[in-house]
């Protein structure tokens, strides 16, 4: 089927066919930051729940989806300080990374989304980072942990960071207040 585009004038400016448009759909990508807290799986969620429309595949129409890719990171530190070899220390490490992807996964195959994983090691704030650079993703969604001011001053949050040095636009998101405490 083709469409006719006209202008104000009458005259016809570009003829297109279904085709062309399905190849100039551009697929959304997205990277969601996840470590062992609920924050951070409630920001998977939210960014699952609300991208869901423009990341899921589209069968009916042969149209495939984005892709949702999930980056967790083991700090460089968190080994070399707890107690065991270095091979045992790195294998419980992925063993517990890729149990945090177990719920987060089957998450995203619930909502029929493309889903693709990455386990780094390091500092979590320049890890995501690059992952995100390269990646070429278009958009970078993070949990908010919530530090104090003086605890953010001292530590800095992964968030800040990534907001002030990824290459793509940040989304933050926050926990939904409990209604019963306000807090």
């Known amino acids: ?28 990508k997205v990277m969601v930051a996840i470590d062992e807290s609920k924050n951070s799986f409630y920001a998977l969620e939210w960014a ?5 429309d423009v990341m899921s595949a589209e069968p009916e129409t042969g149209q495939e989806g984005g892709l949702l890719t999930l980056v967790h990171v ?15 220390l790195m294998k419980k490490a992925g063993v517990q990374s890729t149990n945090l992807f177990t719920p987060a996964l089957e ?10 994983t990455m386990i780094l090691e390091g500092d979590p704030k320049e890890m995501i980072c690059q992952a995100v650079e390269q990646t070429h993703t278009d958009l970078l969604v993070v949990g908010s942990r919530g530090l104090g001011m003086i605890k953010r001053a001292f530590l800095g949050s992964v968030s800040d960071h ?15 207040r409990d209604t019963t405490t306000g807090k």
């Open 1 to 28: 089927m083709e469409e006719t585009y006209v202008d104000a004038v009458g005259a016809d400016t570009a003829t297109t066919t279904e085709t062309t448009a399905k190849q100039n759909k551009r697929k959304l």
């Open 48 to 52: 699952v729940e609300h991208l869901k």
């Open 74 to 88: 083991n700090p460089s530190g968190a080994t070399a300080s707890a107690t065991g070899s270095v091979p045992e």
């Open 107 to 116: 998450l995203c195959r619930a909502k029929m989304v493309k889903t693709e």
């Open 162 to 176: 990534c907001v002030q040095h990824a290459e793509c636009p940040v989304l933050i998101v926050r926990l939904p």
